[in-house]
């Protein structure tokens, strides 16, 4: 299962593998607010042949409404694109051309880096496997771009096996690329924001970790969503009892702090569990 959240509204996804070649995705759109779901219609086609598939959730600020981008390919290499409105509840195709040198090899790198992506400014951004940099969708416009990170982004020491890559995470309104570059050993984590998104301007963010946090976080925790201007949240890695620590850093004052989440007696902690998805919710009023 993976999911989203984008101005109050949640969407999940989860695969089911029909045979070798096909998998079925069925699609949702919580409002958590409100204790509603909705189930996305599939996305009509004349092609039987798809065998992979992926969907983006964002939000269009000049139409104030939440939408889907649907990619799919097939066995033959054909490519569909088309979005769903959560206004009209409908699907549309598009015919949304591919950046300049954006190959097949590219297009590879958006299957296998499947949960960065991000929807900032009514953008769509996905980081791609291969090269590391970011595919860009913009709802309004409805139209591919090309975000090349800075060369710092990838690990002096990376290796696909020990699983240091970088990934896209929202931050104050902006894009940023955590780069995993020996965290344990100089007790440092750098995180690359896209300052000026007219003039790509990436403005380094380092975080040091004190000694005692690093036996705490390292390897599970890193950072997924900011609180506000100033606070990142990392993803937990020690649960006490049904007690989970939420490890926030400051920005501004540089330290680190741990927020405290009982679980309830429904919800019993585990040393098997694992949290993957920890984000900052703001509630939402808006209907399905």
């Known amino acids: 299962m993976y999911a989203q959240h984008v101005n109050g509204l ?3 996804t989860c695969m089911k593998r029909s045979n070798e070649h ?3 995705v069925y699609a949702f759109v919580v409002n958590p607010s409100m204790h509603k779901i909705f189930k996305l219609p599939d996305p009509y086609t004349d092609v039987k042949d798809f065998t992979r598939i992926r969907y983006l959730f964002g ?5 104030d409404e939440h939408k889907i981008l649907m990619i799919r390919d097939s066995s033959l290499r054909s490519m569909e694109i088309m979005i769903f409105s959560m206004s009209s509840y409908s699907w ?3 015919h949304a051309e591919p950046p300049l040198g954006f190959t097949s090899i590219t297009w590879d790198g958006l299957w296998l880096n499947f949960y960065h992506n991000v929807c900032v400014n009514s953008v769509i951004h996905i980081m791609l496997a291969v090269s590391f940099d970011i595919l860009a969708f913009d709802l309004r416009t ?5 975000i090349t990170t800075p ?3 990838l690990p002096e020491d990376y290796d696909d096996t020990k699983q240091n890559d970088p990934y896209i995470i929202k931050l104050n309104g902006c894009i940023g690329v955590v780069c995993y570059d020996s965290v344990a050993e100089n007790h440092e984590m750098y995180i690359w924001i896209l300052q000026d998104y007219e003039n790509r301007v990436w403005v380094k963010e380092t975080i040091t970790f004190p000694e005692e946090w690093i036996t705490l976080l390292y390897p599970l925790s890193f950072p997924v969503d900011s609180v506000n201007m100033d606070e990142i949240i990392f993803i937990p890695s020690n649960f006490s009892g049904n007690v989970i620590s ?3 850093y400051n920005k501004k004052t540089r330290c680190f702090k741990s927020l405290q989440f009982a679980s309830g007696n ?8 694992q949290f993957r998805y920890i984000r900052c919710y703001v509630e939402s009023m808006v209907p399905l």
Do not use: W
């Open 59 to 63: 939000f269009d600020q000049s139409r």
């Open 10 to 12: 949640v969407y999940l």
């Open 142 to 146: 409805e139209k591919f771009s090309i």
């Open 266 to 273: 429904q919800f019993s902690l585990s040393r098997t569990l």
């Open 151 to 153: 060369q710092g982004v």
């Open 246 to 248: 939420v490890p926030v």
């Open 22 to 24: 096909r998998t079925h």
């Open 92 to 94: 549309r195709k598009i």
